[in-house]
């Protein structure tokens, strides 16, 4: 069922990221941080996603990001679950980046990405929706940013894995979301974002490795 105009959960999901990103901004930015998240919610809004779908894609980012101010991992997880439902926390989960693997041994930076690129086989196909959003929207925000700025380099500093790392990580997630055969509409636009940022700062040979 697509998203027809407002929904009363939808809102609550909106309020709730609000409420959690609250002095949070977008790297970089004097945005607020929720500018994200709604954004989110709107590209799969335009895919016609249902409701559960957009609320994940509202809420993607609260327990990764949020774990701050007396709030812990378990205490975002069971807020999440109790006020929207085992499938929202389930989409969640399976979107956001974990410090610490089954074993409770920390995980470095690259080893985080790589282990959620590896969940993504085993993600529910709501996750792989919210995924692909997530992605775009942060990978056109770059592009714009690139667009508006005399010197890339205030861009591409907000980012530890720099220039070269961060566009490579949007194309190994379009290739791994077509390796666990997600062939969703939303694929393309996807695709598009990971060729416009290599194609901007002349990388394209990356796609082939």
């Known amino acids: 069922m697509s998203i027809r105009g407002y929904s009363?959960?939808?809102?609550?999901?909106?309020?709730?990221?609000?409420?959690?990103?609250?002095?949070?901004?977008?790297?970089g930015t004097r945005l607020p941080y929720l500018t994200h998240p709604a954004n989110v919610a709107v590209i799969l809004t335009?895919?016609?996603?249902?409701?559960?779908?957009?609320?994940?894609?509202?809420?993607?980012?609260?327990?990764e990001d949020c774990v701050r101010d007396g709030y812990t991992r378990n205490t975002l997880e069971q807020r999440i679950g109790d006020k929207f439902g085992p499938e929202v926390?389930?989409?969640?989960?399976?979107?956001?980046?974990?410090?610490?693997?089954?074993?409770?041994?920390?995980l470095s930076s690259e080893e985080r990405r790589d282990d959620y690129l590896a969940r993504l086989a085993a993600a529910?196909?709501?996750?792989?929706?919210?995924?692909?959003?997530?992605k775009i929207h942060n990978g056109s925000t770059i592009l714009a940013d690139l667009k508006r700025t005399l010197d890339p380099d205030t861009v591409w500093s907000r980012?530890?894995?720099?220039?070269?790392?961060?566009?490579?990580?949007?194309r190994r997630v379009y290739e791994r979301l077509q390796e666990v055969g997600f062939e969703a509409s939303i694929m393309d636009e996807l695709q598009f974002v990971a060729e416009e940022l290599e194609r901007v700062v002349g990388t394209s040979s990356l796609s082939s490795r």
């Open 124 to 134: 529910p196909e709501r996750a792989r929706w919210v995924c692909a959003a997530d």
């Open 8 to 27: 009363d959960r939808i809102n609550h999901a909106l309020a709730f990221a609000a409420k959690h990103h609250d002095r949070q901004v977008r790297k």
């Open 89 to 106: 926390l389930e989409t969640v989960l399976a979107v956001t980046e974990r410090q610490v693997d089954e074993e409770g041994i920390e």
């Open 159 to 170: 980012f530890n894995a720099g220039r070269s790392g961060t566009v490579r990580w949007y």
């Open 46 to 63: 335009r895919y016609g996603q249902d409701e559960t779908t957009v609320v994940s894609g509202i809420l993607h980012d609260v327990i």
